[in-house]
Structures are given as C-alpha cells and as structure tokens.
C-alpha cells in the first residue's frame, strides 16, 4: 500500500467529457474522443464518460436509418479501441448500432483495445421532441446476448462491469430517459452490485430541466447508496429546434462531488474521486438494502426486474502514485460549509434537543431542571436548550434551577459569565463554593494537596467534578428536579468526563449527540437567530471567545489556564476521526488520509460560515497521526462510560454513542487491530512521524 495513492485508500477518479460534437461525422467524433480520453488517462482517471449518441451526434432524425452512417460509426468505434491499448480509463461512449435485424442506441464500453461490452438504453422516449421509436428498438427477452462490433463478439445487453484490481469499483450504465423511470435500470444495477452508475445523456436543455437532472441524480445516488455520474450533450448538436448544455455531474450516496459548466465552448472534462469504501460501508451498515434486492427477486420468481445484468471484468492498473485527491475536503464533517445549510442543520438540531427535553419532562410530571453553570461552551448550551424548553411548555424560567460551583481553578471571568448567562435568562440562579467540601475531601484521603503540595492529579481533577455532580443531584432531590446533563458527544468518544459521581451521570443528557464541533456553531445561531434577546445574544457571543478549559488544575507561573486540546487534541481532528469511525467505519489509515487533505492547508478549501478567522489553521501528517493514535486508545479504553450514558436524542446524522442506539462494543476490546493497521501503512511515510520499524 502507498500512503498517498488515492487508489490504494479506496478511491476511483471518474471523468464526465462533454465535446464538440460533429454531427454525422464519426470520424471526427471519434479524434475528439480520443483526445479528451488522453487527457483523462494522464490524470488518472479510471473511467471516462461521454454522452449519448456522441459517435455520431443525436440530433440526427432520419439519417439514423441511413447505412452509411451506421457504417462509419463502427468503423469509428474500431478506432477508438485502437487508440485506447494504451490509455487508462473504461472508456464509454454512446452509439447507434445494429443488432439482430434492429437498431439500437447503445453504451459502449472499451478498454485497452478491447470492446469490453454493448448495453442498450431500455426505455425510449417519444413525447414532445423525442421520437426515438421512430429508429430505435428496446431489448427483449428474446434479443441475443452478444453482439459483433467492429469485428469482436461481446456481451450486449444490461451490464456490470467490475474491475479486477479496484476492489469496489463495479460500474452499471444506463441511458438518458431510463434514469427518468419510476423503476430504472440503475435501480436493478445497484440492487446487483453495481457501485458506480454511469448515464450517457442527450438531454436537451429548457427552462428548469438542469434542476430537475440534478434532483433525479442525487436522488438515485442516494437511494442506491452509490456514485452516479452523468454526461449531456452539448455543443455541435443541431440547434433546428432545441439547445444543448453539455451538463456533467458526479454525485455520491446524494452528496454533489462536482459539476462541470453548463453552456461551456470546446471539451469540458469534470473529474471526481469516488469513493469506494464508504458506498460498500454504507450498504452493509444499511441491511435492509440487501433485503431490498431479495425482496424484488421473491417477487417475480427469482429475477430481479429487468434483465438480471450480466458480469463482465476487466483491469485496470490505475497508477499508484500521488495524485491528490479531487473532491470536497470537509474540515468538518458535521458541520456544513454552505450558510444555508448550516442554519438549517442548527435549528433542526436546536430544536431536536429543545424537543427531546420537553418530551422527557412531560413524561415524567414537569418537573424543575437542575443544571450545573460554568460559564463554558456546553453548559451554555444546555442552559437555552431548558430556557427554550421552559417557554414551549409555558412554565417560568424560574423552574430552572442554574448553578454555578467554583472550585480551584475556576476564572472569574467564566464565573461572571455564568452568573451574567443566569441573570439575562431570568432562571434560578445561585453559587455554591465547592473548595471547603473539596478540601475536606482530599485532607480525608490523605491527599498531598491538602498538605500545601501543589499536586495535581487525576483525584485532584475528579474530586472537584464529582462534588459538582453531587451537589447538583442532591439540589435535584432538595427541589423535586431532574439533573440536566452538559456533556457533549465528542467528549464522550474520548472518556473526557468523570465516571459515575462526575459530569458523565445526569438524569437526561441533551448534549450527548452533538459534537464539540458543532455546539459553538449551535450557539451562535441561537445568538443569531432571534431565539432570546439581544442582551441574551451578546453573553452567548462572548462565551463563544473563551478557551475550551475544564478549569480543574490552576493557573501555572505563565497564567496559562488548562486547556482541554492540549490533553486529548484539537476537537477540530478529533471530531473528524469520531465522523469517520461512527459514519463510515474507515480504516485508522484513510482517516488520516482524509484528514491530512482536509487540515493541512489552511487557505484552500471551505470553511463554515462565520467561523472565526484567528481560528482556521492547518495540521500536519505528524499532528494527525498523533492525536488519531490518541483518540484510538481513548475510544477503546473508555467505553465503559458510554455504556452506562443517560437517556438523551440523537441529534446529527453522524451517529450517536448511545448504548441503546448507534454504538454498541464491548468494553473491554483491544485497540491493538486499529493501531496496526495505522501503523503499518504509515510506517516510514515522510512526514507522518513513524518510522520504518513499525
């Protein structure tokens, strides 16, 4: 395996070309063809896509009919497998050809000089400007299944073709109109195995029609759980009556990976890296896909609808160098690049957790919240999570029951912020000094601290977080009220909290299924979003500003405050590790990978709105692989806390940690498995901090 090799991570590069189009003139085709694959092969792509009819050009009504042109169309064919013996891609174009007396408009797909096989499009439209039964025939039960073209006998009929050398890479093809069906070829593809959909498309362009494309792509993809690729014609074909975009698009499991321009001069080519892994973890992860397949075989006897497809193989050799990596780097996984996106992700999770809360106390009699104040990140959200629950249940503010508890390190300045939080809201709010009891407790233990050491251990730590939690389940008894957890989901996935008498019990846990990650973006659209008064909204902002802190160990000579990322890592890496564990079961190796494209420049690529600018950086390979090595011995040893985790929803669509829910291990697995195989592929990669001796 080579570290940086898009193919050795599970990857295929895929090329959708639009091109000047010739019309009945397949030999001129068939050089622009050629060119544009060159092109594809030297950037290593696996498969290239052209549209319908681009041998010959569709616009062309009755000369279809004509002998001549269906004669140059194969003789053209013969050239472009020629020309391919020494370029890369699975090269698919589209051509009328004759077969059993009919002709038919046909995918053909060709690879190192060989024509690998012939699928024809299987619904024909002949409705407003299409009138393809007027030369085309569909397939029939008792249509051959082979074909000759251009002197070789190969499979004709619905196909899938899979690559001997790319593990996942099995590539299904319909034509234009079949993806407009209720039930469409690619439907049986997938359900056959097929992980990459290619559509060869004619399609005219109208007012809406490039919307309506999309919609019906990333809805196929995403229903398929696949990569589906498509290719419209474009330039050079006849404007008599209509006009032509050459609209190319990749999308995968309904996620946009790119889209060339529309109405473009000359060969447009757009390249995307699908990924193959996660199509694969995302099928065995959702059953009921397989269930889906067999359902439909029980149903009509044992055959799937349509044709059962045919398997054809073929090898690729794609290069194992590096080639980069052409897709969307999300920095954040669960957080959402585009604004419109984000605020919509942020009031459903908002009020997923309001509503989880208000479910939770109505169920058990309304009663108070009892909720511990830092003045931090998640204590802060937790509080205008039960504020806004209080309000949608009409109940005074005051049922809250806030509390603020200082012990040895707590600031002033997050101190004053929880009181100031407390007071805007208009909740219950009181403090109540934790040091004597904590004081108490360790000169009971026989601490060193209480003899003047400044010894700061982990019962120094958990002394302070587990009074806290006792105190706030006490008051919770005192006044007839449920203990609201804060803690959030990635402190979970790394045991960041106390055990049992600590910040890891409570009665309900609204935080739970939202990562650090995403609580400051919660904040600031609550801020934003009007959901409580601007003297409510400018706290919210300022408690944004703080450093993330347990505020557990005190200050040292420098002032310097403990800060929480430089113990467990930045939650920024950690966040995407815990996405890629939970969402799609990748290797320790691909994690690092991704992240290493993702993190390690911080002036390309996306970021989320209003992310503050002080605040974007870049990691490098040895930081990632430090803190994922870090986060896969956490996540390991620390189960045993999840397993015993509160009720509380589940907010993203990452996944949760629940024990009931998303995640279910034993706790006491090793993390040996993981850590080699991170190991094992980094092992001497420069730059990744492990040597060859791993």
């Not at 479910?359 to 802060?380: E, M, Q």
Request: aromatic share 8%; with cysteine.
């Amino acid at each position: 395996m080579y570290f940086h090799s898009l193919y050795d991570q599970g990857f295929a590069r895929i090329a959708t070309v639009t091109l000047p189009v010739h019309l009945a003139n397949p030999d001129a085709n068939a050089t622009e063809i050629i060119e544009a694959t060159r092109q594809c092969s030297d950037n290593g792509a696996a498969i290239t896509l052209f549209p319908e009819l681009c041998v010959t050009g569709y616009a062309l009504d009755d000369l279809f009919l004509s002998a001549p042109l269906l004669d140059r169309a194969e003789a053209a064919l013969a050239t472009i497998a020629q020309a391919s013996r020494d370029l890369l891609p699975l090269i698919v174009v589209g051509a009328p050809l004759r077969h059993d007396g009919r002709l038919f408009n046909c995918a053909v797909a060709i690879h190192r000089g060989t024509i690998v096989a012939v699928t024809p499009k299987q619904h024909l439209p002949n409705y407003r400007e299409f009138y393809e039964k007027r030369y085309f025939s569909t397939p029939s039960a008792t249509t051959t299944p082979t074909i000759t073209v251009a002197g070789q006998r190969v499979p004709f009929g619905s196909m899938i073709l899979g690559a001997t050398d790319i593990p996942g890479l099995n590539v299904g093809i319909e034509i234009c109109e079949d993806m407009w069906m209720p039930f469409s070829p690619a439907s049986a593809l997938a359900l056959s195995g097929a992980t990459v959909i290619l559509n060869l498309s004619a399609s005219p362009i109208t007012v809406g029609r490039g919307e309506d494309r999309r919609l019906h792509a990333r809805s196929a993809s995403a229903r398929l759980c696949a990569a589906y690729a498509y290719a419209a014609a474009g330039q050079g074909e006849s404007t008599t009556d209509l006009a032509w975009d050459g609209h190319t698009m990749i999308y995968e499991a309904g996620d946009l990976l790119a889209e060339g321009p529309r109405f473009a001069a000359g060969t447009q080519i757009t390249y995307a890296d699908v990924d193959l892994d996660r199509l694969v973890a995302e099928r065995h992860q959702q059953n009921s896909f397989a269930d889906n397949a067999d359902h439909l075989a029980a149903s009509a006897n044992g055959h799937l609808p349509f044709t059962c497809p045919m398997s054809v193989s073929f090898t690729v050799n794609p290069p194992r160098t590096d080639l980069g990596l052409l897709r969307p780097h999300d920095r954040f996984p669960f957080v959402p690049d585009d604004p419109e996106r984000l605020a919509h992700d942020c009031y459903e999770a908002y009020n997923i957790q309001v509503a989880g809360l208000i479910g939770r106390l109505k169920a058990i009699g309304n009663p108070k919240v009892v909720i511990g104040v830092s003045g931090g990140l998640d204590s802060t959200h937790a509080l205008i999570v039960a504020a806004q629950a209080m309000d949608r249940l009409g109940r005074p503010r005051t049922d809250i029951l806030g509390y603020t508890m200082p012990g040895f390190a707590t600031s002033d300045h997050t101190k004053s912020k929880a009181w100031e939080l407390g007071r805007r809201l208009g909740i219950s709010f009181a403090e109540i000094d934790i040091r004597p009891a904590a004081k108490q407790m360790l000169a009971d233990m026989g601490h060193p601290y209480a003899d003047g050491a400044a010894h700061y251990d982990v019962t120094f730590e958990n002394v302070q977080a587990g009074l806290r939690t006792d105190y706030l389940f006490r008051l919770a008894n005192h006044h007839g009220g449920i203990v609201l957890g804060t803690g959030d989901l990635s402190e979970l996935a790394l045991g960041w909290c106390t055990y049992g008498v600590g910040d890891q019990m409570s009665h309900y846990a609204v935080n739970t299924g939202v990562p650090k990650t995403m609580i400051q973006h919660l904040i600031r659209w609550v801020a934003a979003s009007g959901q409580f008064d601007q003297a409510v909204a400018e706290v919210l902002e300022s408690v944004l500003a703080q450093e993330i802190s347990p505020e557990l160990v005190p200050a040292g000579p420098d002032g310097q405050m403990q800060s929480t990322q430089d113990r467990i890592g930045p939650y920024n890496l950690q966040d995407f590790t815990l996405f890629h564990v939970l969402r799609r079961g990748s290797r320790p190796s691909k994690i690092a990978f991704l992240a290493y494209h993702a993190w390690r420049d911080a002036s390309s690529g996306a970021w989320p709105a209003s992310f503050p600018e002080h605040e974007k950086c870049a990691y490098s390979l040895a930081e990632i692989v430090k803190w994922e090595e870090l986060f896969i011995r956490r996540f390991f040893s620390q189960q045993f806390k999840r397993t015993a985790l509160p009720n509380g929803p589940k907010v993203m669509a990452g996944g949760s940690l629940s024990p009931r829910g998303d995640w279910r291990m034993p706790s006491d697995a090793s993390p040996a498995a993981w850590l080699a195989e991170l190991h094992s592929a980094l092992a001497g990669v420069p730059g990744s901090g492990i040597d060859q001796a791993h």
